[in-house]
Structures are given as structure tokens and as C-alpha cells.
């Protein structure tokens, strides 16, 4: 178990689309994260080609849904599926602490899209505007399906037969407990499509500003590159991202304002200058109003903190801790917040040493005791 700051694993993972692709184990595309959700751990709407959900373990949150706005307690989960963009924007204090699961669906449906591997998908396909994603602790059920997701985390990485044979099972299971909580909700595969094509549609958009991001662009520029009236972009692009063009710009822009005040020192005046901003005091205040600090507050906290890497070092971890565990060997991690000092240690009993992102690996060979 390895607790982690969203940002620093997602953020950089994120296109102009907001959109990120995960690095999947191909032989068994199933994967489970710890996240720490701290003041800091602000990200843009996003959105992924997996399947997607979120536990809430500690603490309080606040989530964003395409048009929806869910407020997350201890013992609450959200059911999130690939075609709505989402994203956490706000967080008690302490920093909440959420266990999700990641998969991708052909793992269950493989090349049948309407059939009965279909149906266990269904929570995931039905998703509409006011889709229900919040399933409460009182139901019993987010309970019930933690302990399924800390089953199929014992059998990662999944490398032999009966190891994935055992998580797919406890990943059907959750889907069935799913299943019977959202039965009135049904929708075709069409529908799903649809959402897609949505999506698709604004695709040479998002290219665009991938490419552009700095560059001016109007609604009226953007209408135009997708092939609409100015009234139907500004309504299509809602309904699709879940914010308005201008704000959308905006977050984009700000994001990588994030990247390079965290990785480079060059001055803020020339910083706002590159994302796109000719106005100093204008580029402040924006970041400020989505950062939820001043630019130079933001570099003073994140300057030299892993970026691009931080994934890389934190599958390096994972991949020594199972190895230990495959071992017989004891792991003890201790988690560092950013100034470098202990958030609390836990003896997770499993187990050389490592530093990675913000936490370090201690390996101990188990006593005769144990």
C-alpha cells in the first residue's frame, strides 16, 4: 500500500483533452491506488478509457461529476465511468483518504458489447446527466465492495493463472453487488455510443489546443473548428466537458503554468507570457481563483517535487514491494509529506530501501516470531 498525491501521478499524465491513459499491466488490466487528497491535490475535469471507483476511507471530499457535484464521506463510493469528465475540488482537513479501483472493461466483456458479459457493465454503460455515481455507506454496499477491491490488491500484479482467475472473480462479484444496487437503471449500447461520438466530435479541438494552448483562440475560432454555430458549441461543449470553452482554456492553461512553475525557475512574468497570458496581474488572478494560491506560493511548495517521474518511481516501489512479499521478506513504509516530515507510519506486513515520490520503502527480513 502506497499513499500518494493524485496530482503528482495524474496531472502529468493529462492531455489538452484531459484525457490519460494508464500504464495497464497487459496481461491483466486491473489496477489499485491509494490517494491522499490534501488542499493541494487539485486536478482539471478529466476523464480515461477505464472504469473507475472510489472509495472514500478518512475524511470528506467534494467531487465533480460532469454536471453534478457530490459531497463524499468516509465510507461513501462513486461509480465513475469513462465518457463524463470528473475531478475532486474540495478537501477537509485532515486530507481525505480514498482506495480506487481501475479497470478496463474489455477485461469483462471482451469483443461481446451487447451480451451477458455486457450486463455486469451495465452501472458503467448506464451512465446518463443524472446518473446516481454516489452509493451511500448506509447501504452496506461500499463496504462490501472494499473488501472485494483488497482481495483483488492481494493478487496483484497478477502473474499466475490462479491469481487472475481469483481477481476477476472478486472483480465480478463487486459488479454484481453493483448490478443489484442500480437495476432500474438500463440503457442500449447505442447510448453509450453516442456519448463517444460526443466526445469525438471535439477531437480537432483538443488537438488544436494541445498543440495551441498559448495561442489566442475566440468561442467563435473554436465553433468554427468543429463545425457549429457559436450557440450550439457553447451548449455541446458544456454538455460533453462539464465547464464552458473560456473556462476550460483557462484550467488548461493554469495546469501548465503548474508544470513548469514545479520543474523550471524562469520568472513569472515570463511564465505568463508562455501559457498565454499577456497580463501579469490577470495571469495571478486566475491562477489564484484555480490554484487556490499566487504563482510564486505554488513554487515554493512544489519546486523539485517528482513530476513526469513520479509514476515511474512509484511502479518501481510497488514492484519492490511485491517482490519482497513473493519473498517471505516484511515491509514497513513511511509516508513524508512534501517539507519532508513523517505523515505517520504503517507497518503493512509485507515488506533494501527506497525513496520514492513521498514515501520511503524500509524492507526487513521477518523475525522467526512473525
Known amino acids: 500500500m502506497i499513499w500518494q498525491n493524485p496530482y503528482s501521478v495524474l496531472e502529468p499524465l493529462m492531455n489538452a483533452h484531459g484525457i490519460y491513459s494508464w500504464s495497464f499491466d497487459p496481461l491483466f488490466p486491473v489496477d489499485v491506488r491509494f490517494y491522499i487528497f490534501d488542499r493541494h491535490a487539485n486536478l482539471r475535469l478529466n476523464r480515461h478509457d477505464y472504469f473507475e471507483l472510489l472509495y472514500v476511507l478518512h475524511g470528506e ?32 482537513s485532515p486530507p481525505a483518504k480514498a482506495v480506487l479501483l481501475y479497470f478496463l472493461p474489455d477485461l469483462i466483456r471482451g469483443k461481446d458489447t451487447s451480451g451477458e458479459d455486457a450486463e455486469y457493465l451495465m452501472p458503467f454503460l448506464a451512465q446518463d446527466a443524472d446518473f446516481p455515481h454516489l452509493v451511500p455507506a448506509k447501504t452496506g454496499i461500499p463496504s462490501q465492495i472494499l473488501d472485494l477491491i483488497q482481495r483483488i490488491y492481494a493478487e496483484l500484479p497478477a502473474r499466475s493463472t490462479r491469481g487472475r482467475l481469483n481477481a476477476k472473480t472478486y472483480l465480478r462479484m463487486i459488479l454484481v453487488l453493483l ?42 475560432d473554436a465553433a468554427s473548428m468543429v463545425h457549429m454555430s457559436k450557440s450550439h458549441f457553447m451548449r455541446f461543449f458544456k454538455n460533453v466537458t462539464g465547464q464552458g470553452f473560456v473556462t476550460y482554456r483557462h484550467h488548461l492553461r493554469i495546469a501548465k503554468a503548474e508544470s513548469v512553475l514545479a520543474t523550471t525557475d524562469i520568472s513569472i512574468a515570463e511564465l505568463c507570457q508562455q501559457v ?11 491562477f489564484r481563483k484555480l490554484a487556490h494560491m499566487t504563482p510564486g506560493q ?9 513530476a513526469e517521474g513520479s509514476l515511474k518511481q512509484n ?33 503493512l506486513g509485507a ?16 523475525s522467526q516470531a512473525s
Do not use: W
Open 276 to 286: 498565454g497570458y499577456c497580463d501579469q496581474s490577470y495571469f495571478g488572478m486566475v
Open 351 to 366: 515488506g533494501a530501501s527506497l525513496i520514492a515520490d513521498d514515501r520511503t520503502i524500509v524492507i526487513k527480513r521477518r
Open 61 to 92: 471530499m467534494s467531487f465533480q461529476i460532469h454536471k453534478q457535484y457530490f459531497n463524499v464521506r468516509a465510507g461513501d463510493l462513486l461509480v465513475i465511468g469513462s465518457t463524463f469528465f470528473h475531478r475532486p475540488i474540495k478537501h477537509g
Open 315 to 347: 511502479q518501481l516501489g510497488l514492484q519492490i514491494e511485491n517482490n519482497a512479499r513473493a519473498h517471505g521478506l516484511r515491509v514497513l513504509t513511511r509516508y513524508r509529506d512534501r517539507s519532508g516530515g513523517e505523515l505517520g507510519a504503517e507497518d
Open 298 to 306: 505554488y513554487r515554493r511548495q512544489f519546486y523539485g517535487a517528482p
Open 179 to 220: 448490478g443489484n444496487h442500480y437495476a432500474q437503471y438500463r440503457v442500449t449500447v447505442n447510448t453509450f455510443r453516442r456519448k463517444q461520438e460526443n466526445i469525438e466530435r471535439l477531437r480537432p479541438l483538443f488537438e488544436f489546443l494541445d498543440r495551441h494552448f498559448a495561442e489566442p483562440i475566440t468561442v467563435d
